[in-house]
């Protein structure tokens, strides 16, 4: 069933528009709309991948299939399936009362968005972004990103793509079974999909294939780091040049047949009436999607409060070993890395509602059920001096999962990484989001000068590899070194009086011992 678009979003399409190129994809003839307001074209909901429905459920991307006559590419694609996050005071808890519920939302997702500058297609090659979106892999979709505003952003020097990829147990359902028969990292894999749909066809509507960046927020630079380290950092032909990620999401990232992912899959076959089946991975394909669908909400929502269960694994094929091990050997795709973390990454996936008896060590044994007790006084220890209690465990998950994991992907780009900090109050996870695309959230912080800073620094970064140089003038960011000269970040705040501070800081010594402590667990915590 097809949710109803609102009227809004119509509104968005339609106003001020007018009839932009047609674009022949190879399989497909799309024409898009000009938005002479903005002076940008757009097209939405391009399919870049076949339905992956049916048979192809749970397995690798397929191309798609040919359409005849021109396609109006002048609406916003449907999302994909959606799930809501762990809410369980323990972890793992493989119990649900959730019931079956109504599907408004479709597998059949995977589309594509493109804008460049202008109505006719730019003559000059320009550098092409990315944008994965982000939701901890069970939830978001293209809608929470808008080309156009990055367009606006470089003075119209880029061309801007943003794709959607399968989400929940639709694109990360894993365990030796979709192994034997399917593909593992689905999700991935559609993104894989996408970035070589944008290998081919990119040139069409202006971009350089050859100066790709992929940027992603949250789940969309969690994504972006497991590109970085797909294929065992050997990608061939090389899909992008550069990476910018956005509060890195790094959840534990089991073997594909490790003991998680296939009580996971248990759960899934058992909740969807398929435990008797002679070929339980048939009997999912063969499956309702709506009772798929609850399956997938209720083995999410059965995780441990905060954190996300159907993410990827370590599949032994586009994921060859654990991210950690592989950015420390420098097994990395791309050519350089801009990331930007916030200050307070971990609070909105901590239950604040615990800070009376909440305590470190017991805090982090639920995260990381096999770390031992001994790391987790160790952890007590290293965050002991953190305000309180509840403060503790906020920085744990900020940084076990968001900050940490930066900054081992920084040492893995030694000559050509940058790091940034958005402190801007209350400086939590997601609150960096406005600055990028304004026509969809606003901005925290509403300073002009601020606003051409930061968000001109990834556009600077995308389009030279090199955010000191910049597009616009009015930019008042001062040098800013490789971080690892001298662990050099730029931190982008304001003071009590409303204006910007954007300053060099060198990289705390304390969070880098903490770092550290991560990075040598990172076997128990599954990184």
Same mark, same amino acid.
């Given at each position: 069933?097809?949710?109803?678009?609102?009227?809004?979003?119509?509104?968005?399409?339609?106003?001020?528009?007018?009839?932009?190129?047609?674009?022949?994809?190879?399989?497909?003839?799309?024409?898009?709309?000009?938005?002479?307001?903005?002076?940008?074209?757009?097209?939405?909901?391009?399919?870049?991948?076949?339905?992956?429905?049916?048979?192809?459920?749970?397995?690798?991307?397929?191309?798609?299939?040919?359409?005849?006559?021109?396609?109006?590419?002048?609406?916003?694609?449907?999302?994909?399936?959606?799930?809501?996050?762990?809410?369980?005071?323990?972890?793992?808890?493989?119990?649900?009362?959730?019931?079956?519920?109504?599907?408004?939302?479709?597998?059949?997702?995977?589309?594509?968005?493109?804008?460049?500058?202008?109505?006719?297609?730019?003559?000059?090659?320009?550098?092409?972004?990315?944008?994965?979106?982000?939701?901890?892999?069970?939830?978001?979709?293209?809608?929470?990103?808008?080309?156009?505003?990055?367009?606006?952003?470089?003075?119209?020097?880029?061309? %801007?793509?943003?794709?959607?990829?399968?989400? &929940?147990? =639709? *694109?990360? /359902?894993?365990?030796?079974? $979709?192994?034997?028969?399917?593909?593992?990292?689905?999700?991935?894999?559609?993104?894989?999909?996408?970035?070589?749909?944008?290998?081919?066809?990119?040139?069409?509507?202006?971009?350089?294939?050859?100066?790709?960046?992929?940027?992603?927020?949250?789940?969309?630079?969690?994504?972006?780091?497991?590109?970085?380290?797909?294929?065992?950092?050997?990608?061939?032909?090389?899909?992008?040049?550069?990476?910018?990620?956005?509060?890195?999401?790094?959840?534990?990232?089991?073997?594909?047949?490790?003991?998680?992912?296939?009580?996971?899959?248990?759960?899934?076959?058992?909740?969807?009436?398929?435990?008797?089946?002679?070929?339980?991975?048939?009997?999912?394909?063969?499956?309702?999607?709506?009772?798929?669908?609850? %399956?997938?909400?209720?083995?999410?929502?059965? &995780?441990? =409060? *905060?954190? /996300?269960?159907?993410?990827? $694994?370590?599949?032994?094929?586009?994921?060859?070993?654990?991210?950690?091990?592989?950015?420390?050997?420098?097994?990395?795709?791309?050519?350089?890395?801009?990331?930007?973390?916030?200050?307070?990454?971990?609070?909105?996936?901590?239950?604040?509602?615990?800070?009376?008896?909440?305590?470190?060590?017991?805090?982090?044994?639920?995260?990381?059920?096999?770390?031992?007790?001994?790391?987790?006084?160790?952890?007590?220890?290293?965050?002991?001096?953190?305000?309180?209690?509840?403060?503790?465990?906020?920085?744990?998950?900020?940084?076990?999962?968001?900050?940490?994991?930066?900054?081992?992907?920084?040492?893995?780009?030694?000559?050509?990484?940058?790091?940034?900090?958005?402190?801007?109050?209350?400086?939590?996870?997601?609150?960096?989001?406005?600055?990028?695309?304004?026509?969809?959230?606003?901005?925290?912080?509403?300073?002009?000068?601020?606003?051409?800073?930061?968000?001109?620094?990834?556009?600077?970064?995308?389009?030279?590899?090199?955010?000191?140089?910049?597009?616009?003038?009015?930019?008042?960011?001062?040098?800013?070194?490789?971080?690892?000269?001298?662990?050099?970040?730029?931190?982008?705040?304001?003071?009590?009086?409303?204006?910007?501070?954007?300053?060099?800081?060198?990289?705390?010594?304390?969070?880098?011992?903490?770092?550290?402590?991560?990075?040598?667990?990172?076997?128990?915590?599954?990184?």
């Amino acid at each position: 069933m097809r949710a109803t678009i609102p009227l809004l979003s119509l509104l968005s399409l339609t106003a001020a528009q007018l009839p932009a190129p047609v674009i022949d994809v190879g399989n497909a003839k799309y024409q898009g709309a000009f938005d002479a307001k903005t002076n940008i074209s757009g097209y939405f909901g391009m399919r870049y991948a076949a339905a992956p429905v049916g048979d192809l459920r749970f397995r690798a991307p397929q191309s798609p299939p040919a359409l005849a006559g021109v396609q109006k590419a002048t609406t916003k694609p449907q999302q994909c399936l959606q799930a809501s996050p762990g809410k369980s005071p323990t972890n793992p808890n493989p119990k649900s009362s959730l019931g079956p519920r109504a599907v408004q939302d479709q597998e059949d997702c995977l589309f594509l968005n493109v804008h460049f500058p202008g109505s006719t297609i730019p003559a000059r090659p320009l550098p092409v972004i990315v944008w994965i979106h982000g939701g901890g892999y069970i939830s978001g979709s293209a809608a929470s990103s808008n080309g156009a505003d990055l367009i606006s952003e470089a003075k119209n020097g880029v061309v %801007a793509v943003s794709i959607q990829y399968r989400l &929940g147990i =639709f *694109g990360f /359902l894993s365990g030796s079974q $979709v192994k034997a028969n399917g593909a593992l990292n689905a999700g991935l894999r559609d993104q894989e999909f996408a970035l070589k749909w944008v290998q081919q066809h990119i040139s069409k509507f202006g971009g350089d294939p050859n100066r790709v960046t992929i940027w992603g927020r949250s789940a969309g630079a969690g994504s972006v780091l497991q590109h970085v380290v797909a294929r065992n950092g050997r990608t061939n032909p090389p899909l992008f040049r550069a990476a910018i990620s956005s509060s890195s999401f790094l959840p534990s990232q089991h073997p594909f047949d490790g003991a998680v992912p296939e009580r996971i899959f248990s759960q899934v076959v058992s909740q969807t009436r398929c435990g008797d089946a002679a070929d339980a991975l048939s009997c999912l394909r063969a499956a309702n999607v709506s009772v798929l669908q609850a %399956a997938n909400m209720q083995v999410n929502q059965a &995780g441990f =409060f *905060g954190t /996300l269960v159907t993410v990827p $694994v370590v599949d032994g094929d586009f994921i060859t070993q654990r991210p950690t091990l592989a950015l420390r050997q420098r097994r990395v795709n791309g050519r350089a890395l801009l990331a930007m973390t916030n200050t307070h990454e971990g609070n909105n996936f901590v239950n604040q509602s615990t800070a009376a008896k909440v305590a470190a060590g017991d805090y982090v044994l639920r995260l990381f059920p096999d770390l031992g007790s001994v790391n987790a006084a160790t952890v007590a220890r290293l965050y002991a001096g953190i305000g309180a209690p509840i403060d503790q465990v906020n920085a744990i998950m900020g940084e076990s999962i968001f900050i940490c994991p930066t900054y081992f992907m920084l040492n893995a780009f030694p000559a050509a990484s940058f790091k940034g900090e958005f402190a801007v109050p209350n400086a939590r996870h997601g609150d960096d989001a406005g600055f990028y695309f304004p026509s969809v959230r606003s901005p925290t912080f509403n300073n002009p000068a601020f606003t051409i800073s930061f968000s001109g620094a990834f556009l600077d970064f995308a389009t030279s590899l090199d955010p000191n140089r910049k597009i616009d003038s009015g930019n008042i960011t001062p040098l800013w070194l490789a971080h690892l000269v001298g662990h050099s970040e730029m931190l982008f705040n304001r003071t009590a009086n409303g204006r910007p501070d954007i300053r060099a800081i060198t990289t705390s010594a304390a969070l880098l011992q903490r770092c550290a402590f991560w990075e040598s667990v990172s076997h128990l915590t599954a990184q």
